[in-house]
Nanobody
Framework: QVQLVESGGGWVQPGGSLRLSCTAS????????MAWYRQAPGKQRELVAR???????YYADSVKGRFTASRDNAKKTVYLQMNSLKPEDTAVYYC???????????????WGQGTQVTVSS
């Protein structure tokens, strides 16, 4: 089982910055990718950024140039640096990890409990 702990959420004014972090813990798994999703009230959950074990990244068009995902494999941690924040970035941000188990041929997907990001003046 993979446990995910998220931190870094909070309130900022438009144009401000926040850095989210997500750390995975447990045993018997190897991470293949980590990602950030977000869900605003009344809206569908959307993929914001994803980074694979090989370092490939994906960003939603709405955050390109403003958000940057990075990872520290030794710490099993993924970060999301969010700059030039806009009110429309307000949402609950969720960490997701894709992993393999030593005794299974299929991928597993685990979710964090989310951290609130509020951008307002």
């Amino acid at each position: 089982q993979v446990q995910l702990v998220e931190s870094g959420g909070g309130w900022v004014q438009p144009g401000g910055s926040l850095r989210l972090s997500c750390t995975a813990s447990g045993s018997g798994f190897s991470i293949t990718a980590m990602a950030w999703y977000r869900q605003a009230p009344g809206k569908q959950r959307e993929l914001v950024a994803r980074i694979t074990s090989g370092g490939n990244t994906y960003y939603a068009d709405s955050v390109k140039g403003r958000f940057t995902a990075s990872r520290d494999n030794a710490k099993k941690t993924v970060y999301l640096q969010m700059n030039s924040l806009k009110p429309e970035d307000t949402a609950v941000y969720y960490c997701n990890v894709e992993s393999l188990r030593a005794t299974s041929a299929r991928k597993y997907s685990d979710w964090g409990q989310g951290t609130q990001v509020t951008v307002s003046s």
